[in-house]
């Protein structure tokens, strides 16, 4: 299984987008759905605007993610993926979804 984690964390006219694509062991990928969104929910304010998790399975990262807003999302191939709109930069690392 492969891992792609988009990382937009900067909304402004020089945007900064991180994609990483990481391979990972059948064993631990079928694993990692579970993981992501349990870390996804622990992560950021506990309060927020907009959904804590959002499933992409049925739509597109794009049309999930309001527009202008700095999201992390992580997609499982033919799986799915998650996002999650990015609402306090100071408790969300930059370096979410990459250690183990």
């Given amino acids: 299984m492969t891992l792609f984690l988009y990382n ?3 909304c402004s006219p020089r945007r900064h987008m991180v994609y990483e694509c990481i391979p ?3 064993e631990i990928g079928d694993m990692a759905p579970i993981y992501f969104k349990k870390a996804i929910m622990e992560s ?3 309060w927020a605007m907009n959904k804590k998790v959002i499933d992409l399975s ?3 990262v794009r049309r999930a993610v309001p527009k202008g807003l700095p ?3 992580v997609d499982f191939g ?3 993926g998650f996002a ?3 609402e306090n ?3 969300f690392p930059h370096y979410f979804g990459k250690v183990c």
Avoid: A, N, T
């Fill in 58 to 60: 049925s739509r597109d």
């Fill in 71 to 73: 999201y992390f999302s």
């Fill in 78 to 80: 033919l799986q799915g």
């Fill in 44 to 46: 950021d304010d506990e």
């Fill in 89 to 91: 930069r100071d408790k």
């Fill in 84 to 86: 999650h709109v990015i």
């Fill in 24 to 26: 990972l062991p059948r």
């Fill in 8 to 10: 937009i964390s900067y």
